[in-house]
């Protein structure tokens, strides 16, 4: 059975994720997609919530699972005999931090997890939970950029509700 990772914040889950999130259930035969539960950054969503907004928004995908994980990750894909790594390319930048992490994987996974780079769809080139989260911050309209399943999580998270 093949097996792949989607490891990332996701904070929160955006429909760039979604798409990669589609495109690697189709190439795989099951994906995890996994929150990284780093306690150096101070998330919007705590990791709980995240992964619940996720099984939300996956639950008609019946190949993935939603799970969170600190430490490694090619502990956690090790241990749970998964092999591929999954990460998004929006821009050259992406590729810069993206090229070295990959390689150090391999290198402490013993080659055992390789990295599948996804290049991102044009129409969410430029989307990122950072950009989620600054037009929320100003209570703009955030529909077409997450899973409709989540949007009131979010507009309760800044205290706002748009008029239907
Ligand atoms: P991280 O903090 O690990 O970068 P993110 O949730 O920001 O977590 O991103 C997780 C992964 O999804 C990364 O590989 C990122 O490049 C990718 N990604 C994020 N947004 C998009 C998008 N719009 N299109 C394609 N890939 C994306």
Known sequence: MSKAIYPGSFDPLTMGHMDLIRR???????????????????P???????????????SELPNVKVDSFSGFLVDYARTH??????????????FEYELPTAQFNRILSKGQ???????????YAHLSSSAVREVAKFKGDITGLVPDCIL???????????EE
Not at 44 to 56: A, C, G, P, T, Y
Request: no cysteine; charged share 25%; net charge negative.
């Open 81 to 94: 005999g998964i092999q591929v790594s999954i990460r998004g390319l929006r821009t050259p930048s992406d």
């Open 24 to 42: 690697a259930a189709a190439i795989f035969d099951e994906l995890t997609v996994a929150v990284l539960n780093n306690h150096e950054k101070s």
């Open 152 to 162: 009131n999580e979010i507009y309760q998270k800044y205290g706002y509700k748009l």
């Open 113 to 123: 997890v390789e990295t599948l780079f996804l290049a991102t769809g044009l129409e």
């Open 44 to 58: 919007l969503f705590s990791v709980e919530e995240r992964v619940n907004m996720i099984k939300e928004a996956v």
